[in-house]
């Protein structure tokens, strides 16, 4: 059973938190104005100014902040308080350029640890139980997230850091490890060195998970249940807001809670950047309401999601709610004039029991035309004859996703190679003009 770490502010009338977001956004916007040149000038482009902003509403007079517009203004030319008041630094792993930098300050670590608190303790857990945190200590904002918040649930953490997968199901024998978090794939992978190692990940103690960083597919979600015996919930998160501690889902497994008291979301349309119609798919688009580090106006998460309709959920809490991040606008493929998100994928394989959890879309020219092969794991050593099954079924499974008919390659357990933090769904070797 879920619990409310902060009863108060998770189940605040709807009309409370909308004045407050008004509030919050007015202030915010008061401080960037003053602070921030890059906002001042964004502003007055537009001709807004912070007594423009009376409203929750009034978000939409404001200007976008785009991952770009950070770079350019990377390390520190986006914070709002002097660096002498903040206390802490962390960067997205920059897989492409220049690493987004967020430096916070006192306050800035308080509500990460208030909001991470509450996504704990709505994924289950308590002050009896022993977290394991096996993600990297450092510069990425999982592994401190999930260690302030737990910390201030009371819960006893147990900071295992990533990597030595060995070690990791070590610790989680010998201290009886109850609740885990981490990157989604991780956790997929750990369940396998513990089976490599002849332990039954089922008979650890491990009750309870929250994971995230990536996309990760109802069908990812269950293999980890089946796997551990354990409870999964969502977490998202990103480093220009906090890092993990955005939203994640509640008991009810329907949507994702996204704190309102300390973020303002809209959905829009990334072409024409209106806003979508509720329960329509759209960019998140995030504003900070609480930060005094680096604090964002409507930044563009380009993460795609639904956001559902404002009705009380059956848990009590009245914060909006959005569907599982479907993937980064970014991460549409198109292939043969076919658009492909990677979960498309996930959905099928996922469906087969032998399939294992790890596997990769490797986009290649063959003769001047674009070639797809899903590359995965087998749960288990399959035999020649279960491989070939496996592989027509697939890749019929997946042409009627796509269109087209992929290449399909069953390989055995834990054969793709680890790619460092995050799970690399997709690698693109195709040859351009
Ligand atoms: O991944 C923060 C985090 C750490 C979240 C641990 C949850 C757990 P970044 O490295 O800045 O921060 O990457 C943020 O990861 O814009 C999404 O595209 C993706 N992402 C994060 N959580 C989820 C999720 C952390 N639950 C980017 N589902 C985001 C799908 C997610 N994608």
């Known amino acids: 059973m879920d619990h409310m770490f902060n009863k108060k502010s998770e189940t605040l009338p709807r009309r409370s938190i909308r004045e407050m977001q008004g509030k919050l956004l007015k202030k915010t916007v008061k401080t960037v104005y003053k602070q921030v040149p890059f906002y001042k000038m964004k502003c007055k482009e537009l001709g807004v100014t912070p007594d423009d902003i009376k409203t929750w509403e009034d ?17 520190f030319g986006m914070l709002a308080a002097p660096l002498e008041k903040c206390v802490e630094l962390h960067a997205s792993s920059g897989t492409t350029g220049i690493p987004i930098t967020a430096c916070y300050t006192q306050n800035d670590l308080d509500v990460w640890s208030e909001v991470m608190a509450r996504c704990l303790s709505m994924s289950g857990l308590t002050k009896e139980d022993i977290f394991q945190n096996p993600i990297p200590y ?47 794939s991780y956790a997929i992978r750990l369940g396998q060195v513990a089976m490599e190692q002849g332990i039954d990940p089922k008979k ?92 964002l106006l409507r930044y563009r998460t380009r993460d795609l999601a639904r956001l559902y309709d404002q ?22 493929i198109i292939l043969r004039g076919t658009n492909i998100y990677p979960g498309q994928i996930e959905s099928v394989l996922m469906k087969h029991e032998s399939v294992g959890g790890n596997w990769r879309m490797i986009l290649s020219t063959v003769n001047s035309l674009d070639m797809l092969t899903v590359e995965l794991e087998s749960k288990r050593q399959l035999s020649q004859i279960e491989t070939m099954d496996l592989e027509e079924r697939l890749k019929s499974e997946i042409q009627s996703v796509l269109v087209f008919t992929p290449r399909i390659e069953v390989l055995p357990p834990n054969t793709i190679p680890e790619t460092g933090l995050k799970a690399q769904r997709v690698i693109d070797k195709r040859e351009r003009d």
């Open 204 to 295: 650890l103690k491990v009750r309870n998970g929250l994971f995230g960083a990536e996309m990760f597919t109802p069908g990812l979600k269950k293999r980890i249940m089946d796997t551990w015996d354990m409870d999964v919930h969502d977490i998202y998160g990103l480093t220009e807001m906090c890092g993990p501690g955005v939203s994640t889902d509640c008991d009810e497994h329907d949507g994702l809670h996204l704190w309102e008291d300390h973020f303002l979301v809209e959905c829009i349309d990334p072409k024409t950047l209106e806003p979508v119609d509720v329960e329509e798919e759209g960019e998140l688009v995030i504003s900070t309401l609480s930060k005094t580090g680096m604090p």
């Open 59 to 75: 978000v939409r007079k404001l200007p976008f902040t785009t991952k770009n517009d950070l770079r350019e203004n990377m390390p």
């Open 311 to 332: 009705e009380v959920c059956n848990c009590g809490r009245t914060h909006v709610r959005h569907s599982m991040i479907k993937g980064r606008s970014d991460d549409m």
């Open 138 to 184: 450092g510069t990425f904002t999982g592994a401190f997230g999930f260690h302030y918040g737990a910390q201030k649930v009371g819960a006893l953490v147990i900071p295992s850091g990533k990597g030595q997968s060995e070690r990791q199901i070590k610790l989680m024998e010998y201290y009886g490890t109850t609740f885990m978090s981490g990157v989604a």
